[in-house]
């Protein structure tokens, strides 16, 4: 068992979204209970959980419809994502956990905390989480996992207050104004913010700036965003963090041409990880401390524990994505740092985690194709993945060997 504390978004590696992204590449089962759901949360977690569904795995919520918060086109959202969508309201106590579960058949990673199912809860907001990882292969985390799952099942029991969700509920529910059509709720929240910000400003002062946002969400195809006039859609605008996009010239670059393990695509029977190493790929560089020292100087850095009970060194990192010449957007990736690998992983002791990336990857074969690194003059960052092999790298300073 390992514990992580998510301290959304005041640590870094601590939001929410990016912790449940992490385990999204091989997950087979997703389920969650949460006391909302809108679509803007919804499209940050479709990528993951179209993914389990693709293996021929399995996604379950039950959501809450206190407080007026859930929205007609975020429940419709969830009807399409989810294999199955409960709705729970007891009319005397308010349904507020929320607990996310994702895993496969060794792993799991359980998430209790105070992030709903939105961009806020799961990126931009003010949250405190707590991350469990289980391996399910001992009693004792399996014990845990089923205690939580044996929570997430006493919702949806018989005799519980609780519906399945369908067209025709959701029909019923938006027509006797139990739920709101998404333009309300924001009209709603905007008057409210009229009403309270002069003081809640005057008294406290501007809001914090420069903290992580989320990244570019997957939006629903046009056909689903109807009815959703008078405001942006799901992830528009969406924010591309508190990095910097790579703008300038190039200081510094690397890149190496992925292997079937880079790419996520070993055989089944075979243990697939979700890092690429950066190594030396023949490039005129001490692997052992460029990028910590050199390529990813400047950066914040945290200590987490290891499996082993060693300690590494994480960053969580805004890169502006390319798929060849098609701009993705920002999104937020892990790259960790352990002396304790230089040993024992082929002398390359930081790896960068393919994160809330890790359905593109696994959307089409990139086996073969070149990995690009890039540092910009402004600070930024930029990934690039491209079928042709790259200019020699950018190696500031001559070679750091």
Known sequence: MEVRLLLQPLSVGSQLGEALAERGSDAMSFWLLAAWAQESGLNQLRPIISGVRQRGGRAEAVLGVDQGIATYE???????????????????????????????????????????????GLYRNFEASTAVDLDRSDPLDESLRLKARGYFEAFIASGMPSRRLDRRLLRELRDGGAVLPAAERRRQERDRRRREQPLLRRVFGPRVSGLPGAPPAQRPPRTQRRGARGGRGAGAGAGTGAGVIGTGSVTASWWKKLTISDA????????????????????????KTYFKNYFFAGVAWTQQPMRTGRIKELAVIPFDVYV??????????????????????????????????????????????????????????????????????????????
């Open 264 to 287: 996520m695509r070993k055989p089944a029977a075979s243990h697939q990880r979700k890092d690429v190493i950066l190594g030396k790929a023949r490039h005129p560089i001490d692997q």
């Open 74 to 120: 975020g429940l419709r959202l969830a009807l399409e994502v989810f294999d199955d969508v409960y709705l729970f309201h007891d009319g005397d106590r308010t349904f507020h956990p929320k607990l996310y579960a994702i895993e496969n058949d060794t792993q799991s990673r359980i998430v209790i905390g105070s992030g709903n199912v939105t961009e806020g």
């Open 324 to 401: 060849e010449r098609r701009n993705l957007g920002v999104f937020n990736m892990s790259v960790d740092h352990a002396d304790s690998r230089v040993a024992n992983q082929n002398n390359a002791p930081t790896w960068l985690n393919w994160s809330s990336l890790g359905a593109q990857i696994l959307s089409r074969n990139y086996t073969g194709w070149y990995l690009l690194l890039a540092r910009y003059s402004n600070g930024g960052f930029r990934l690039t993945l491209t079928r042709a092999q790259p200019s020699p790298a950018v190696i500031p300073g001559a070679a750091r060997v």
